[in-house]
Structure formats: structure tokens, C-alpha cells
């Protein structure tokens, strides 16, 4: 990747219910970053501060409108941000990218099809989750509901699953005694999941509503995870204490998750917020 010192960029501060993001238009401006350069924009002291830089870029693909990349705050690219679409289609639209309010983005992942509703929330097909170990990837030796993963002197017992991006979803009786900043760490660098994995920890409610907190690969604790919603509602539902919608309490607000159960798509509803615009030298 080519290096840009001393480029200024223009960029774009969004949050989908906390989980911020700084976005730069690739198709506008030349955007060519290397991780140290998306580690110093994502430091909350000497650069922007955010969770994910997302960078919207033109596609190849005739089935899409759009291509977008993720970088974790950490510097490395990966797959799939449930958050980061909604405030993808919120960026394109309110840029003047395009007129469409439905539209399908190209990720590393898959085609996502975000779509600005009235009422300001954004609605997302976030695709069909896969369960198939080798998918997530998992070192197992066959795929089962849930899995016991040894974490020190504990045995978790986890459901684990990809909606583009790597997912372990644990339940627990209560979150806010749930211990995230030590389990986090340890399960999402844990030698089963060979690319690390994003760690949720869920406390069901009800059938239609469960709280939960996510330690992000490459991130650490966000206030939201739109892709650790939908894994968490998706490894509820299998293990049959969900039932479609169900609502997610995260620390920075709640979304929507709906799934019909196998081989259906999960959609993801909730709000994508523009914060303030900026340059940045890089
Ligand atoms: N915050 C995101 C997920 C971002 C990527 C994740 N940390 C990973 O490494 O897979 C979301 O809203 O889904």
C-alpha cells in the first residue's frame, strides 16, 4: 500500500450508538493508508479517535453500487461492521455519492444491502450467518450449538458463528458483574480462532430482548457491535431462549435484530449519526 505522508485527507466523524467511526471518501480524494497510519488516526490522544476507519471506494462488481473497506483501531482490515454499514449509507447519501436510499455495498466479506428508512434509522441485510467451523474460522472437529472453550481455570461454554466477520457469543447471568476486560482479551486471542474473534457476552431479558457487551478484535470494548448483535440474536435463537425481533441493549443504545432462522439473511435496524467533518495530515 502506498504510503501518504503529508497528504491531508478530509474525513468524516460518524457513531452508530457509540461505536465510532472516522470515514474517508476514496472515490474523491486518493486514500491509500498503511496500518501505522490508521493507528495514529483511530488514537483517541494523537489523532482523531475512533473504532473503525471505514474507506468508501468505487466498485468492480456489477452487483453493487459501492465497495467499502474496515480497519480495526489496531491497523488490520477485516471483514465485515454492522455499525459501520448503517453510517455507510447515511456517508454515500448525505455526500451526494448517490441518490438511491437502497443500496448494495461490496465488503471483504460478502454484498451487504444497506437502506435509509423514513423514519431516519438505517435497515440492513447483513447476509446468511455461517456456522461451519472452517467458515468462522474455528478449530473444531465437527460443528455443534456451542462448544466448550477452556479459558484458564474456566471452561466457557460458546456459541460461535461468522456474519462476515468471526463471532464467540457467551451468555451470562449478569453484565454488568460479567468480567469483559478479562474474558475479552482471552477468548478473542484465543489459539482456536487462528484470525482472533470479536467476544460477546449476553444477558437474555426476554425472548425479544437481551443486553450485551462486546470486546471487539482489534478494538477492545466498543459501546456497540452491530455484527456482535446480530451473532448474538442469531446464537440465541438456535439455542431456543430467542425468538425474531429481538431488541439489543447495548452501553450506547439498542438496535433491532430479525432472523427467520437457517439459510436466511439477518437484518440489522437502528441510527447512524454524522458527528462533525475534518481534515487530518497524515
Ligand atoms: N464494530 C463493528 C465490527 C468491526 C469489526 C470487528 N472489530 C472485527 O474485527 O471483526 C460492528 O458494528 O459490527
Known sequence: MNTQQGTRLRF???H????????FDGINQTVALTPEQCRRIADRHFGVGCDQILLVEA???DDADFRYRIFNADG???????NGARCFVRFVHDHGLTDKTAIRVETAASVIEPRLLDN????????????APAEIPFAAEAETLTYPLKVGQHVLEIAVLSMGNPHAVLRVNDLDSAPVDILGPAIESHSRFPQRVNAGFMQVLTPHDIRLRVYERGAG???ACGTGACAAAVAGIRQGWLAS???V????????????????PVYMTGPAETVFEGEIEL
Do not use: Y
Request: proline content about 4%; charged content about 20%; overall charge neutral.
Open 12 to 14: 468524516t466523524k460518524m
Open 16 to 23: 452508530g450508538l457509540g461505536n465510532d467511526f472516522v470515514v
Open 59 to 61: 466498485t468492480t462488481r
Open 76 to 82: 488490520g482490515e477485516v471483514e465485515q461492521c454492522g
Open 120 to 131: 431516519g434509522l438505517v435497515r440492513v441485510n447483513m447476509g446468511v450467518p455461517r456456522f
Open 221 to 223: 470494548e466498543t459501546l
Open 245 to 247: 425481533p429481538v431488541s
Open 249 to 264: 441493549h447495548a452501553r450506547g443504545g439498542n438496535l433491532v435484530i430479525e432472523w427467520a432462522g437457517k439459510d436466511q
